[in-house]
Structures are given as structure tokens and as C-alpha cells.
């Protein structure tokens, strides 16, 4: 006899439908909106179904009902946004859903059909560009190469919680392709950008991503419980890696702070109550008026601006760990090509010296 649970969401009710096959317990899960006399005919359905199996003897004992690419996925964002922000991940699930269609069962994704799925990707990509240009080449094949990351992640918690027998990913091959060159905010222009900015907090989100490196979707989640002026640390709740941090703070951001009269003594209100496309897009804006309409990623590049300014007041392995420390990467290659833009710059100056 099947079970029809039904669970209380945002955006509407779900339901999950619970039942046996030969003493093993199995799911069946229908995103919310779905009418409830959809669910009750699907589980006549499959009780008739089990029974003609049972008489039949066709019902092996280790028999598994694997979940839909569509319904795994209502699954994935119920369960796995509780931990994270999953709205990137499933932008590339979709794309992956486009390609196998809804109805496969997640079990049936192997990785030949994922080689399928990148070599697709790749193509619709390099069809928008000149293949002839190297550098919009490779972007083309990170850019294919960060779906797949996205993707990956989803199938090895899909493993860690059983539902899949076996992670496609595995003997899975990404393409090969030349790290990007961080966009890096030059220093004669630091001052003109901050100067043309408006006059309001966007400001001191500046401060905040060019003095702290945080990235702009940790900067906009800051309450003032994170501000530990006294201590001098930014605290952490909500990042990329999923863990609390103290981030030291500069003593600019500390000084801004207390200028702007940021802290009202409740610890639950944001900082900014800025959108965070409205903040790249005033980035965007403010890069134009000064001349550098080529930098890409506006927000993100005064990370990598506060990553280099690490690595330039002494390049060595001392200082390529704080910076490692500094931008939270988790592995050291990730902080490498600060330290080959600080040798280069290094170069420049040495280059107009007298000597």
C-alpha cells in the first residue's frame, strides 16, 4: 500500500509518494503544483503495475525506482538549498535537462552521455564566436568546462545521499583549456574609480570587495552581527566554501564604518540594501567613464585587484600563501597567476627605472 506524503512549500505543495516492493521502501517525488489526482492515479498505476510484477515474478529484490531528471531536480533544490545557494548549479541542470530531456531517469546519465552533452555545449559556444581567435576559444572552453563543474557537483551529492548507483563523473574528462587572466583594476585608476562612483553605499561596497577581497554576493548578505569592529574582523556565515570566516579588516573599511555610521545596534539588519546587479551595473558604468570599457566582470575584478596587491609588496612564497589565505582558495594553483601578473608588473617598473 502506497503512502502519499505532502510537504509544505513556498511555492506551493509537493508531494512524495512512499511504497514497497518485496520489503524495500521506495520514492516517487512530484514538484509542487502538481494536482493531487495526478498523484493518486500515478500510485493506482504503479500498485497495478507491482501486482501484475508480483504475479508475473518479474519483481527482482534488488529493483530501485530511480527519480526523473525533472523530478531529481525539484528534489536537488528542495533538500540542497537548505545548505547552499544552488541557483547556479540548476541553471546548468537545466541545460543539461534541454539535452536528455526531462523524462530520463537520473541513473541512466552516463558519461558518455555527458561527453555528448560537452562536446554540445562546446559547439553552441565556439558557432557565436571566431573560431580563428585563440582567447575567445579558450573562454569558449572554460566557459563549457564551469557548466560541467556545476553539473558535477550536483551528481556527487546525488551519490552521497544514494541517489544514483554510481557517479558519472568519475571517468569523466573536462576539456583542456588555459587559465583566464584575472580583469585587475590598474592602480593609477583606483582613486578615478572610487571618485566617480555615486555618492552613497556603493561606495563602501567598494571598500568592502577592493580591501577585503570579498566577493560581491558575500558582501551584500553582511548583517551587522558580521562587523566585529572591535575585534577588527569581518565574520563570515554565508560564502562559496560553506563555512564560517574571519576575515580580517582593513583598517580603510574600519574607518568607513565608523564615518558613514554604518552599525544601528541590530544585529539582524543588512548592511547594503543594494541589488546585486545593480551594483556591477554601476561598476559597468563607472569602468566606462574612466576609460576601461574592456574589463570584464566588474564586481569581481577588485578581488583579484586586492589578490595582486598582496602578491606585489613582495613576491614570495610567503606572501603567495597569505594571499591564498587572504581570497579563502582552497588550493594554491588557484592563487598562482596573481603571482605571475606581480612579476610582470614588477618587470614595467624595473623597466623605467634609471639605473
Not at 580580517?248 to 554604518?262: D, E, F, G, V
Amino acid at each position: 500500500m502506497a503512502y502519499i506524503e505532502e510537504i509544505e512549500l513556498q511555492s506551493g505543495t509537493a508531494y512524495r509518494v512512499q511504497f514497497n516492493v518485496q520489503g524495500k521502501r521506495y520514492r516517487k517525488y512530484f514538484p509542487p503544483n502538481t494536482p493531487k489526482r495526478s498523484v493518486e492515479l500515478w500510485v493506482k498505476q504503479k500498485e497495478l503495475e507491482i501486482e501484475q510484477q508480483r504475479i508475473n515474478g518479474a519483481v527482482p529484490s534488488t529493483q530501485k525506482i530511480y527519480p526523473t531528471l525533472q523530478d531529481f531536480g525539484s528534489i536537488y533544490k528542495e533538500k540542497r538549498s537548505i545548505e547552499i545557494s544552488v541557483k547556479r548549479n540548476l541553471h546548468s541542470y537545466k541545460l543539461l535537462i534541454n539535452y536528455l530531456g526531462p523524462h530520463l531517469t537520473i541513473d541512466k546519465v552516463t558519461d558518455e552521455r555527458l561527453e555528448s552533452f560537452r562536446n554540445s555545449l562546446l559547439e553552441q559556444r565556439l558557432a557565436k564566436i571566431d573560431q580563428d581567435d585563440f582567447l575567445k576559444v579558450q573562454r569558449a572552453r572554460r566557459g563549457a568546462n564551469k557548466e560541467l563543474s556545476c553539473l558535477r557537483d550536483i551528481f556527487s551529492w546525488a551519490k552521497r545521499k544514494k541517489y544514483i548507483p554510481i557517479n558519472p563523473f568519475d571517468d569523466f574528462e573536462f576539456f583542456s583549456a588555459t587559465k583566464p587572466v584575472p580583469n585587475i583594476l590598474p592602480r593609477e585608476k583606483e582613486k578615478e574609480f572610487y571618485k566617480n562612483l555615486p555618492k552613497s553605499n556603493i561606495r563602501i561596497i567598494f571598500l568592502f570587495l577592493r580591501y577585503a577581497g570579498l566577493r560581491r554576493s558575500e558582501c551584500l548578505e553582511l548583517r551587522e552581527r558580521n562587523i566585529l569592529l572591535k575585534e577588527g574582523y569581518i565574520k563570515l556565515e554565508k560564502n562559496k566554501n560553506r563555512e564560517i570566516e574571519l576575515i580580517p579588516m582593513h583598517q580603510i573599511i574600519q574607518r568607513m564604518i565608523i564615518r558613514a555610521k554604518l552599525l544601528t545596534g541590530n544585529p539582524d539588519k543588512k548592511l547594503f540594501n543594494n541589488n546585486k546587479d545593480a551594483v556591477s551595473r554601476t561598476f559597468r558604468r563607472t569602468l566606462d567613464k574612466i576609460g576601461l570599457e574592456h574589463i570584464k566582470s566588474p564586481a569581481h575584478m577588485l578581488r583579484h585587484t586586492f589578490g595582486l596587491r598582496i602578491m606585489e609588496n613582495e613576491i614570495s612564497d610567503k606572501n603567495e600563501r597569505l594571499a591564498q589565505e587572504m581570497l579563502r582558495h582552497k588550493t594554491g594553483s588557484m592563487t598562482k597567476h596573481y603571482t605571475q601578473i606581480a612579476r610582470e608588473n614588477l618587470k614595467k617598473r624595473f623597466d623605467k627605472l634609471k639605473i
